[in-house]
């Protein structure tokens, strides 16, 4: 459609059972007016009488494996109703031209920008080369286009801001030009490429993965290259709870070392027994060589090891509990998750700066406001600053908003739903 005729059709309702199912019927009229108003936008970026297309991509959500995917462990994630939208429209030649609302415009010449810097800037142009020579890597399809983009996916939260917009590059690609052909999947392995490889980031494939292929899914990533992905049928809203993210107001994107530390140290310990990574090892020879990796590695990368393989562990427990319906199991292993990641994978704090704990300042909140209730709370994402993670009772969920934002401001406090789709062309 052009673009005056896409504004007209969402504003006229024709997309209004699409935008329900994605948002929930509570959010049709807002989310309306946020895609009639990324029209606008695109117009006054790249012009009128354009043929354009609507686009989404949703947030991410660990529910349980914290930092073990890279470590080719175990997760259960899920896509979450924040979200990254895009305006796009192809254009003739090789030139990529990305606007995201509050950010500078992207400008990108695929066919000159084809591998990655020698010394990446850690920039949304390394994560467009990037999706784009991995496309080219895989014998897809690439041109040029033009995209307005706007995000509730909020940057450096831990709600994998960045893993949304390399799938939503990858999706425009896929409809504008390979017919929408390539699986979510696919493109979440190519994400992951593009900010391994360009954006210079070590992160494993559960973020890309979560926000691409949506609903609750737990990923085995015993073989990276064929992660087993299993859907879980399982309505937290409808068992009467809330998934709340807390915005500890703390941002994330400043501290890629203290994230990149967590793989490189138990891939360390990996290494000592001849393995490149922590599920290739064995948890008792781990133990029986703890005073070698203590001489050798120091204490931090033994205790992160063994984080790994109790969560790889629980990361089970919680799917099965899941596909059970205990939620009393779950709830009880989201906990031991949290404190697991708290005491011995330590991604809580930064040690740059002790002064500045909101995740342990939201975290100690959480604990206090759903003693005695039949709850759950634990670090969320990467870790270090940004979000913590609660599930609050439905008829408890305005009052614990209300005493998370009193701490740490208002609106800090999200209350979501999870929502059963990832990367999609509405």
């Given at each position: 459609?052009?673009?005056?005729?896409?504004k007209?059709?969402?504003?006229?309702?024709?997309?209004?059972?699409?935008?329900?199912?994605?948002?929930?019927?509570?959010?049709?009229?807002?989310q309306?007016?946020?895609?009639a108003?990324?029209?606008?936008?695109?117009?006054?970026?790249?012009?009128?009488?354009?043929?354009?297309?609507?686009?989404?991509?949703?947030?991410?959500?660990?529910?349980?494996?914290?930092?073990?995917?890279?470590?080719?462990?175990?997760?259960?994630?899920?896509?979450?109703?924040?979200?990254?939208?895009?305006?796009?429209?192809?254009?003739?030649g090789?030139?990529?031209?990305?606007?995201?609302?509050?950010?500078?415009?992207?400008?990108?010449?695929?066919?000159?920008?084809?591998?990655?810097r020698?010394?990446?800037?850690g920039?949304?142009?390394e994560?467009?080369?990037?999706?784009?020579?991995?496309?080219?890597?895989?014998?897809?399809?690439?041109?040029g286009?033009?995209?307005?983009t706007?995000?509730?996916v909020?940057?450096?939260?831990?709600?994998?801001?960045s893993?949304?917009?390399?799938?939503?590059?990858?999706?425009?690609?896929?409809h504008?030009?390979?017919?929408?052909?390539?699986?979510?999947?696919?493109?979440?392995k190519?994400s992951?490429?593009a900010?391994?490889?360009?954006?210079?980031k070590p992160?494993?494939?559960?973020?890309?993965?979560?926000?691409?292929?949506?609903?609750?899914?737990?990923?085995?990533?015993?073989?990276?290259?064929?992660?087993?992905?299993?859907?879980?049928?399982?309505?937290?809203?409808a068992?009467g709870?809330?998934?709340?993210?807390?915005?500890?107001?703390?941002?994330?994107?400043?501290?890629?070392?203290?994230?990149?530390?967590?793989?490189?140290?138990?891939?360390?310990?990996?290494?000592?027994?001849?393995k490149?990574?922590?599920?290739?090892?064995?948890?008792?020879?781990?133990?029986?060589?703890?005073?070698?990796l203590?001489?050798?590695?120091?204490?931090?990368?033994?205790?992160?090891?063994?984080h790994?393989?109790?969560?790889?562990?629980?990361?089970?427990?919680?799917?099965?509990?899941?596909?059970?319906g205990?939620?009393?199991?779950f709830?009880?292993?989201?906990?031991?998750?949290?404190?697991?990641s708290?005491?011995?994978?330590?991604?809580?704090?930064?040690?740059k700066?002790?002064?500045?704990?909101?995740?342990?300042?939201?975290?100690?909140?959480?604990?206090?406001?759903?003693?005695?209730?039949?709850?759950?709370?634990?670090?969320?994402?990467?870790?270090?600053?940004?979000?913590?993670?609660?599930?609050?009772?439905?008829?408890?969920?305005?009052?614990?908003?209300l005493?998370?934002?009193?701490?740490l401001?208002?609106?800090?406090?999200m209350?979501l739903?999870?929502?059963?789709?990832?990367?999609?062309?509405?």
């Amino acid at each position: 459609m052009k673009t005056a005729e896409l504004k007209a059709a969402v504003l006229g309702g024709a997309f209004d059972q699409r935008f329900t199912y994605i948002y929930g019927e509570a959010a049709l009229n807002a989310q309306k007016m946020r895609y009639a108003a990324a029209i606008d936008s695109f117009v006054d970026v790249y012009g009128a009488d354009r043929e354009v297309a609507l686009y989404s991509v949703a947030g991410r959500s660990e529910l349980s494996g914290n930092h073990t995917d890279h470590n080719y462990g175990c997760v259960v994630a899920a896509s979450i109703d924040l979200d990254i939208i895009a305006v796009a429209s192809p254009s003739e030649g090789s030139v990529i031209r990305v606007k995201s609302e509050g950010f500078p415009e992207d400008i990108v010449d695929i066919s000159t920008f084809t591998s990655p810097r020698e010394f990446p800037k850690g920039h949304s142009d390394e994560l467009i080369a990037g999706m784009a020579a991995g496309f080219r890597k895989d014998g897809y399809k690439v041109g040029g286009f033009d995209a307005y983009t706007t995000s509730s996916v909020l940057k450096g939260s831990g709600i994998s801001s960045s893993a949304a917009f390399e799938d939503m590059i990858g999706n425009i690609l896929n409809h504008i030009y390979n017919e929408g052909k390539i699986s979510n999947v696919e493109i979440a392995k190519l994400s992951q490429y593009a900010e391994n490889q360009f954006f210079g980031k070590p992160c494993g494939l559960m973020d890309q993965m979560a926000c691409g292929v949506g609903g609750i899914i737990a990923i085995d990533f015993a073989d990276p290259t064929k992660p087993v992905i299993d859907q879980i049928d399982f309505d937290i809203t409808a068992a009467g709870y809330n998934l709340c993210i807390i915005n500890t107001g703390g941002n994330h994107a400043d501290l890629t070392d203290d994230y990149a530390a967590i793989p490189a140290e138990m891939k360390s310990v990996a290494a000592y027994f001849g393995k490149k990574v922590l599920r290739e090892t064995d948890e008792a020879e781990v133990l029986a060589a703890i005073p070698a990796l203590r001489e050798q590695l120091g204490d931090r990368a033994i205790m992160r090891a063994l984080h790994f393989f109790e969560e790889n562990r629980r990361v089970s427990k919680q799917k099965e509990a899941l596909l059970a319906g205990d939620l009393d199991a779950f709830f009880e292993n989201v906990i031991a998750s949290g404190r697991s990641s708290f005491c011995y994978l330590q991604n809580v704090f930064t040690t740059k700066n002790v002064n500045e704990q909101g995740v342990s300042l939201a975290l100690c909140m959480a604990e206090k406001l759903l003693a005695g209730k039949k709850a759950a709370w634990r670090v969320h994402g990467g870790g270090f600053a940004g979000t913590i993670q609660a599930f609050v009772p439905s008829d408890y969920v305005e009052e614990f908003r209300l005493g998370m934002d009193a701490v740490l401001g208002e609106g800090r406090c999200m209350v979501l739903r999870i929502r059963p789709v990832g990367a999609v062309k509405i």
